[in-house]
């Protein structure tokens, strides 16, 4: 009587099925970088959104705070920051985040402190700025709400 | 033995045709509002009679392990009464 | 320990503890942060510590990979190692590197680190888990390749069991995937996209290769239960595993900018990704109960089989409860993704890096396992340190679950924000600190547990000569 | 095993095809299932979608795939059947059942090139992500499945039949009933559920 559970079928699900669903992976991929462009409306990437996402990183962060939800959960989400402290308005936004990251850190007691990472007018404008674009990708409508 | 293949193959040649059968029936179905109703109860009851007929004699799960065939009857019996009862919502 | 070379695990497993150690204090450090805000501030900002908790991490557990490795690898392919004196070089090349990394991390502003890394020709820093200078980076794949050369030389000259054959695979991609992490494009979104092909990829993808080598090698070597047996098993597990995790990588793609096909596929995949760890739980406990022999060391099944069932619950059930794209949009980014992290990354990897300690580790010093009474203590620290992650994870659960109603689900103007939500979580978040702490306790009393084998050795079984 | 006796009447409990395989089919079918439920509960918020897309759809195609597919099944059923009796027809029954795959997937090129040229895509609608998303993953399955019956067509009439013939045959045919079984839930679904 030949084997009801054989090692070659398991080993032909692992190999046949792993390659399957990596190539439907890749194929998916394609498309999703294809039309990302669009929905990240990457004609306004500007260089001053790219050294905003450089000063970001080179910041860390994400390792307080979530950006689309990814990151930390110490600190705010800040995907949607320029319509919940800006209401889309980028003059205002800027004027508010310039005067918030200066007065870091509040130093009141027992509250979580953000620290100063002296920066310069230039390169907050430009975070500023990636925090705008950043607002503007379609995110299929998250967060569900103004609070992040 | 060779009568035992002819009764199965017969079975399988049976169930096959009448498949196909359904199956352009449904083409020749007239696409009019009047008749959206009965194509949905028939296009369902169709599909479900072929599922029956595809796990019971063309899978041979007829005699399979119990809990096996009542795991695809019940997929078949999920899947179709899901669409279908969207169909009707619709209607 | 039946082959010389199988000794260069000794120093990876001792380093993986003591940076197991390191990542428990600073995930204290944490816990008192989400309670006293300024706690250590300025000198250890949250960011920090928390850069500190992931990458201690990270590795932390590649180091028990490797060490796990030059342990199974020489048996499985029944020779020695191609060379152990470039698993000794690259032991202290990574110790040197993941030390200095770590030094960098406390000791200067992230941005400062950044600048005199040379962060600016090939940006690389700045993203959850992948913080590491781009120096350190490139080093990690050096001691990879290296390391990858030394297995692969030794898998061609043995015997190739499916146990490495995985184990190699896992490896190779836990390489090639890393290499993603080289690509930080201006693009958020495509950024981000990418980024989860390392993260994801690695821990629902062949990270589990991984666990499931590890593990079937100690079943085997415990049970006595019939190679081909357990190898059928390994396939279809870690088969099921590629299938419903490769494309469950959607749930991650629901709201970072990506198509919304997305939220079908990945909702879709997950939703059997419990499978294979359901399946690997069932696969332990019969492997178990089939077993020809009575293995001394009971410590090392017990985190063998508790490790496929906090898998299960950590990654599967907790994974599946978030991961259906309706109920991911009020979770996502809340305290329920760290309570998931959490009991995931306990239980399915720290689980199978300390069961392949608790098993080679005795072996390694000639014997079959500790005494009776040093497994004893072992066996009391899984316990504690299971329930308290579970604990950990039910109050993080909680937490979240709180986050969401006030913050998430109310309308705009009646919700709450961030911080206000924050305070009102604060008594949960004592607990939590509590538990951490009953952690902390299971963590020293595995360390106790070493003292005791050291008294007691004589009561442990010898290594039988070449057995 | 008797085996007159298992092809007469198959002893209960007998598992046609490897257990293996049947872990992968049932977590394949828990997928499209999945899939379905999701698209019917869309299909209730959105019902205006789901009208205006299914009347673009070729029905006639759904029918020929229908056709096509359910041939395959009863080809693959008997070529196990003659595997079982050692007789040679089997591979020919293998190869007419990867021809009907092949019909299949060339009247689904057909299909998606002239929904795409009318520019209905993955991205036009609740409705066509719906159907791109599940007739592609389901035509996948169909490519998958022509290439390993003509795999094991041809492993077949090379090394001839041994001791795991009839095991692995029932496994080729077992997957390719599962494809086709998917279809028949999908096609009325698609083409002529209309409201």
Known sequence: MSERFTKGMARNIYYGGGAFFFLLFVALTFDTVTVLPKRENRDQLTAQVAHGKALWEENNCIGCHTLLGEGAYFAPELGNVFKRRGMENEAVFKAYFSAWLKAMPTGVEGRRQMPQFHLNDEELNDLAEFLIWTSRINTNDWPPGIEG | MKSGVTTATTALRWRWLIMCMLTLTLALFPHEALFALPLIVFSAAAALLKGIWIINDFMELKHAPPMLRRMLMLWLLLTTSAVTTAALWQS | MKYQSQAVAKPYFAFAI?????????????????????????????????????????????????????????????????????????????????????????????????????????????????????????????????????????????????????????????????LFSFYNPSSLTLDKYFWWWVVHLWVEGVWELILGSILAFILIKTTGVDREVVEKWLYLIIGMALISGILGTGHHYFYIGTPDYWLWIGSVFSAIEPLPFFMMMVFAFSMIKQRRREHPNKAAMTWASACTIMAFLGAGVWGFIHTLAPVNYYTHGSQITAAHGHL??????????????????PQLNGRQSNSPAAQKVEIASIWVMCLSMLAITLLLTAAGVIQVMQQRVPADGIAIGFMATQDLIVPVYWARLVAGMAFTVGVFMYLASFLVAGRTRDQAPALAANA | ????????????????????????????????????????????????????????????????????????????????????????????????????????????????????????????????????????????????????????????????????????????????????????????????MRG
């Open chain 4, 1 to 192: 095993m008797n085996m007159q006796q298992q092809i007469q009447q198959p002893e209960t409990g007998y598992l046609p095809g490897d257990m293996a395989l049947w872990y992968f089919l049932c977590a394949e079918l828990g997928v499209f299932a999945l899939l379905i439920a999701g698209s019917a509960l869309v299909r209730i918020s959105h019902p205006d979608l789901f009208q205006s897309g299914m009347a673009v759809l070729h029905p006639l195609a759904g029918v020929i795939n229908t056709l096509a597919l359910i041939s395959g099944s009863y080809c693959v059923a008997r070529a196990v059947i003659c595997v079982r009796h050692q007789s040679p027809l089997a591979y020919r029954f293998f190869i007419a059942t990867a021809l009907t795959g092949m019909i299949y997937i060339s009247v689904k090129l057909w299909e998606y090139q002239s929904l795409l040229s009318d520019g209905y895509s993955l991205h036009y609608d609740a409705f066509f992500t719906f159907y791109f998303l599940a007739t592609f993953f389901h035509f996948m399955h169909v490519v998958a499945g022509v290439v390993i019956v003509l795999i094991y067509a041809r492993a077949l009439k090379k090394n001839g039949r041994n001791e795991n013939s009839i095991s692995h045959s029932e496994s080729v045919a077992a997957y390719w009933h599962m494809v086709d079984l998917v279809w028949i839930v999908l096609f009325p679904a698609l083409y002529f």
């Open chain 3, 344 to 361: 995931a990354f306990f239980g399915a990897y720290v689980m199978i890096v300390l069961a392949i300690i608790s098993f080679a580790w």
């Open chain 3, 18 to 178: 003591l940076l197991f150690i390191g990542q428990i204090v600073f995930g204290l450090i944490l816990g008192t942060q989400y309670i006293i805000g300024d706690f250590l501030f300025p000198e250890i900002p949250f960011n920090v510590a928390r850069m500190v908790h992931t990458n201690l991490l990270i590795v932390w557990l590649l180091c028990g990979f490797m060490g796990a490795t030059y342990y199974l690898v020489p048996e499985e392919t029944q020779c020695e190692l191609f060379s152990p004196k470039l698993a000794w070089i690259l032991f202290w090349a990574y110790a040197i590197a993941g030390t200095l990394t770590i030094i960098g991390y406390l000791s200067v502003p992230y941005a400062t680190l950044a600048e005199i890394t040379g962060n600016d020709i090939l940006p690389t820093m700045g993203r959850e888990f992948l913080e590491q200078p781009t120096i350190t980076k490139v080093g990690i794949v050096i001691v990879a390749l290296g390391f990858l050369f030394n297995v692969g030389m030794t898998i061609l000259r043995g015997r190739k069991t499916v146990i490495n054959m995985v184990l190699i695979t896992g490896l190779l991609g836990l390489a090639v995937f890393f």
